[in-house]
């Protein structure tokens, strides 16, 4: 039976693997080949690199410089945006005047346009505190607050979406017998939420990982490449440095990085599901 329901699931999703597919696979093709030569975007031959190019990944100290930023972001959203975006949820799931009011506004941020939220951020770093984005020791930490507020609306709808599913006479019965709020929620919310909360984790590393839009209209990676990402470096160095090989030996680093960390986060999910 279940053989059948991940066939059923395969055809129906056929069609858009289709049309899907080669809008992946042939750039992400495209990029691994590009990145074994010497190319700066006019010339109309490219010369071969080898792995020239990821020899001079390796020994480039922004790229290791840019991916300490983005492992700094991962940890960030992990232990700061999720915390608060579960506190959120809680809140929120129970309060019954006004509340679908203040979901929009929670939410809200999340759907703003991408220029409008650095602009605005921007704006106003600039005006309360000039020095904070040009200094290289506090500019990221201004990254980081920008962030946060884009993304916890869009992680609060997802602990919404699975506090919704858990059974509210379960906590009736465990307050009948004496339980705290506190011990509901360690010991029913938090392992009956597991499942919404790897996939929550997943999303935040992923986008972690390859997150450039903010960053890149805010800062542009200055100053001193100190803001600087991944995904802002390698546009760089494809479309200001005209070195499109390495841009793209970074891109595929960068792949690597996000398709690993989506492989470990669905085996956790596997393994919860199972405990369950």
Known sequence: MTRCRDLRGLWFSAPAAVVYLPLIAIPLAYSL????????????????????????????KVFWRSLAHNLALVAFSLAVQLPIAMLLAVLLERTR??????????????????????????????????????????SLSAILLAVTWRFIGFHTVLYLAGLGMIDRQ?????????????????????????????VSATLAIVGSMKYFDVVFLMTGGDPDHATELLATYLFKMGFVHDRMGYSSAIAVALVVLALGTTVVMLQLKRWSDRRQ
Not at 100 to 120: D, W
Request: hydrophobic share 45%.
């Open 33 to 60: 080949y590009l990145s074994f030569h010497y190319w700066d975007g006019r010339a109309p031959a490219w010369t071969p690199a080898g792995i020239g190019n990821y020899l001079d990944m390796v020994k480039d």
């Open 170 to 198: 379960v906590y009736e019965a465990a307050r009948i017998d004496g339980t705290s709020e506190w011990q509901c929620f360690r010991h029913i919310t938090l392992p009956l939420m597991k499942p919404v909360i790897i």
């Open 97 to 138: 005047r006004l509340g679908g009011f203040m979901r929009t506004c929670v939410f809200l941020p999340y759907v703003l346009p991408t220029v409008v939220i650095a602009l605005v951020w921007r704006s106003l770093i600039t005006a309360s505190v000039p020095e904070w984005l040009a200094s290289p020791d506090w």
